[in-house]
């Protein structure tokens, strides 16, 4: 019997779509571009940290995050819609693109958000909200930033273990594809200030900050 909790093998995912989902040009809060190309010197990273409508608040009011995007990456179907998503069976996670400029928040100053406004230790779950997609999951864009990602979970789990609180789960790995997700998800919390999407933070502190 298939679980949601656990992940979909390759060859039973969901076979998915050539074509991706309209979203909108413009960020609801920022006004910047959701899709690149980015201005020059501008980078961007990608998370997972459970639901996304949450996570991707975190970023844009991150002060320099030049803009945010609510997506799927981690798993095997392309242009998921999100029903499919939450069917388990396209194995991936609800996660957050984010496009920063490194002149005025730092990769790091990125992991700590990720680090400190979720539970890492959940595996396929946050909270209440069970399954795959809401794993906790770090997707690299380059070496560096998966050198500094890996880093970084060593000094977390540092930081967990003073407190007693268990392994972290969180996937890191470079990144795949990032899909958008469609037009509604994104800025959810801007359009709709009352939606569902608690903080699951665990309560300790990343390192430094």
Known sequence: MFSKS?????????????????????????????????????????????????????????????????????????????EEVCSGRTGHAEAVLVAYDPQKVTYDDLLRIFWERHDPT??????????????????????DQLLAANRSEAQFQAELGKVRMGAITTEIGPLGDFFYAEDYHQQYLKKNP????????????????
């Open 6 to 82: 656990q992940m979909v093998a390759a060859d039973a995912a969901l076979k998915g779509r050539a074509s991706a989902v309209p979203i909108p040009e413009r960020h609801a809060v920022l006004g910047t571009p959701l899709q690149p190309p980015f201005p020059a010197g501008i980078e961007t990273a990608v998370f997972a940290m459970g639901c996304f409508w949450g996570a991707e608040k975190e970023y844009w009011e991150t002060p320099g995050v030049y803009s945010t995007a609510v997506g799927y990456s981690g798993g095997f179907t392309p242009n998921p819609t999100y």
């Open 194 to 209: 009352n939606g569902y999407c608690p903080d699951h933070s665990c309560g300790v502190r990343y390192p430094g900050s």
């Open 122 to 143: 959940q595996g396929m779950r946050q909270g209440n909200d069970h399954g795959t997609q809401y794993r906790s999951a770090i997707y690299a864009v380059n070496d």
